[in-house]
């Protein structure tokens, strides 16, 4: 399927870049970024000059338009019973992983009369499948450094096994460094967890910041013990995709409670005589709150606790106090700031961000904190926000010169993402085509139309009139 972009020329040359779809099975945020488009397209045609938004706009509705179709198939449960099991089947959750055959080659799911099918003769359960978001290459290095590779890399350049870099990543790689926009954000959407607690992911506006990348900062993990040998009692691996250390201030981050208290015993300790028993005491649940976090999928409770009594035992005994979680880095800083802005409106406009946790006045979460382990590789908010420069790059093999010419030299730029609330779409349009206005009545009257969902179908457009509003319209 050809890549569908929309350009709109902003008041500013500055360019925003809004992307849907990376993940074909999160209809509902395909849903806000053809909401932006509606709205934007009226603007336009009511005033070609006072319409446009500030920022030149560039809007990507579906990056993978066949995993998007199969998903709604799947929610219709209209597929046939061997894409049922890719539907149902967690290694592919209906569109949201990529199916490539065991050599990794891109399986092509053909569309006849609006039914998604697999090759003749193909067998669904000899797929691998691919997860779109972890394709990018090592934060400070451009799409020419994998062009040289099979694909994807670790950040020491060995490609990772059996995962080939999917087309419609390339396009967009190039897209984002022939462009070099500003600001990028990307739609997305969450189910709502168990529980929703600090630390674990909820639907909500987060952001990746501009930061530096360094190879060695990143993976000073305080959840990951830094003894190899620790690391193997405990069945703790590093992961060496790691970039929140750097990009965050993990000990003060409202967005991240046990390993900020974690961050905060580590360094506390670091100094003191291994040989105190108290120390050790507090090594020790430092170690099995560590070892919880690494088996927790769905929440973090237990090691939550357990980072409590850490806490509480140095405070008794080496005179340890705790820093309070704030969010007044988020609140100054810019980048951060763009995120809090955008989840105010949403939610002021009706939609639902509890993720954000916006009625916590000065500890709001603006940061991602990835619950459970994900799949090797380098996502979108890793990369996007790191500048490219010509010369030595601090990721990559020992060293790694970028060329002075490449074409993906440029500065880092902030990656919001949106975490629509749950993943089902109103039914507002079908299959692209809009049924319903933006007081979501049919277009047609006479027109005996599918249902509608009227809230889900204002809910969405809430999320849209903030994006538009602040994240297009509104100068850095
Ligand atoms: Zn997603």
């Not at 959750?93 to 080659?105: A, C, N, T």
């Not at 703790?236 to 961050?263: M, Q, R, S, W, Y």
């Not at 028993?277 to 237990?302: D, M, S, W, Y």
Request: aromatic residues 8%.
């Amino acid at each position: 399927m050809p890549l569908t972009a929309h350009f709109f020329e902003g008041k500013s040359p500055d360019v925003a870049l809004v992307i849907a779809g990376v993940h074909g099975s999160e209809v509902s945020g395909i849903e806000v970024a053809q909401w932006i488009l509606v709205k934007l397209y009226r603007r336009i045609n009511a005033d070609r000059e006072k319409g446009r938004p500030h920022y030149t706009t560039i809007i990507i509705p579906e990056l993978f338009p066949d995993q998007a179709a199969l998903a709604r198939q799947c929610s219709r449960r209209d597929v046939d019973p061997q894409l049922q099991t890719l539907c149902d089947d967690n290694h592919s959750r209906g569109g949201r992983y990529i199916p490539v055959s065991q050599r990794g080659q891109r399986i092509v799911l053909s569309q006849t009369r609006g039914r998604t099918s697999v090759p003749a003769g193909d067998n669904v359960s000899n797929y691998k499948f691919i997860e779109p978001n972890r394709q990018f290459p090592p934060p400070a290095l451009p799409l020419s450094y994998l062009n040289r590779r099979p694909g994807p890399t670790f950040p020491d350049g060995t490609p990772i096994p059996g995962v080939p870099l999917l087309d419609e990543t390339r396009w967009l790689l190039q897209f984002i460094e022939f462009y070099k926009p500003k600001r990028i954000a990307s739609v997305h959407a969450h189910s709502i967890p168990n529980v929703i607690e600090k630390g674990t992911d909820a639907p909500g506006i987060f952001v990746d910041p501009r930061y530096k990348y360094d190879k060695r900062g990143c993976l000073n993990d305080p959840m990951v013990p830094t003894d190899p040998q620790k690391q193997r009692e405990l069945g703790i691996k590093p992961n060496p995709f790691e970039t929140n250390p750097c990009k965050f201030d993990l000990a003060k981050d409202p967005a991240f409670p046990v390993i900020g208290l974690i961050k905060q015993l580590n360094d506390t300790i670091a100094n003191m005589n291994k040989d105190d028993p108290k120390v050790q005491n507090v090594r020790n649940l430092i170690e099995q709150t560590q070892k919880l976090f690494a088996g927790e999928k769905e929440n973090h409770a237990e090691s939550r606790a357990k980072a409590e009594e850490a806490a509480n035992e140095a405070e008794r005994n080496l005179n340890f106090r705790r820093v309070r979680p704030t969010s007044d880095i988020a609140r100054t800083r810019d980048n951060d700031r763009l995120a809090l802005e955008i989840a105010r409106m949403a939610q002021t406009e009706g939609a639902r961000v509890p993720g954000n946790w916006l009625g916590e006045m000065g500890r709001e979460v603006m940061h991602y904190a990835k619950s459970a382990a994900t799949r090797p590789g380098f996502s979108l908010g890793d990369w996007g926000p790191v500048d490219v420069k010509s010369g030595t790059a601090p990721s990559g093999p020992p060293v790694y010169s970028v060329p002075d010419k490449d074409p993906g030299i440029r500065d880092g730029a902030p990656v919001i993402t949106v975490e629509v609330y749950q993943y089902p779409e109103s039914g507002a349009f079908r299959d692209g085509v809009q049924i319903v206005d933006e007081d979501c009545k049919p277009l047609d009257p006479k027109q005996f139309g599918p249902i509608v969902n009227v809230p889900r179908c204002k809910e969405l457009q809430a999320y849209a009139k903030a994006l538009l509003t602040i994240f297009l319209d509104r100068p850095a």
